[in-house]
């Protein structure tokens, strides 16, 4: 079982700046991947970052060069750095830990809105 928490949502103008984390129960060293994934009213959720065990990163092609995903493993936290927002980036953040062929765990989402 992992537990995971957000925080760092919030409302920030477009241009703006927010840094979410994402506390984990338990060490996220040796999670499959851990992921952000958001969710905007009335879309699907999807991902929107996400890092792999063994370093690699994956984005979703519209935060590219905007969205950083890292992970403190002393610290069992991951992190997303959103810079350049945009009011198309609102919606609820959600952490994800992925351990292929086990289980998958979610945080409750923290919201982020950026106003134009």
């Known amino acids: 079982q992992v537990q995971l928490v957000e925080s760092g949502g919030g409302l920030v103008q477009a241009g703006g700046s927010l840094r979410l984390s994402c506390a984990a129960s338990?060490?996220?060293?040796?999670?499959?991947?851990m992921g952000w994934y958001r969710q905007a009213p009335g879309k699907q959720r999807e991902l929107v970052a996400a890092?792999?065990?063994?370093?690699?990163?994956t984005y979703k092609d519209s935060v590219k060069g905007r969205f950083t995903i890292s992970r403190d493993n002393a610290k069992n936290a991951v992190y997303l750095q959103m810079n350049s927002l945009k009011p198309e980036d609102t919606a609820v953040y959600y952490c994800?830990?992925?351990?292929?062929?086990?289980?998958?765990?979610w945080g409750q989402g923290t919201q982020v809105t950026v106003s134009s």
């Open positions: 338990r060490s996220v060293g040796n999670i499959s991947r």
């Open positions: 890092q792999f065990s063994r370093g690699t990163t």
């Open positions: 994800n830990a992925l351990q292929y062929g086990i289980a998958e765990y």
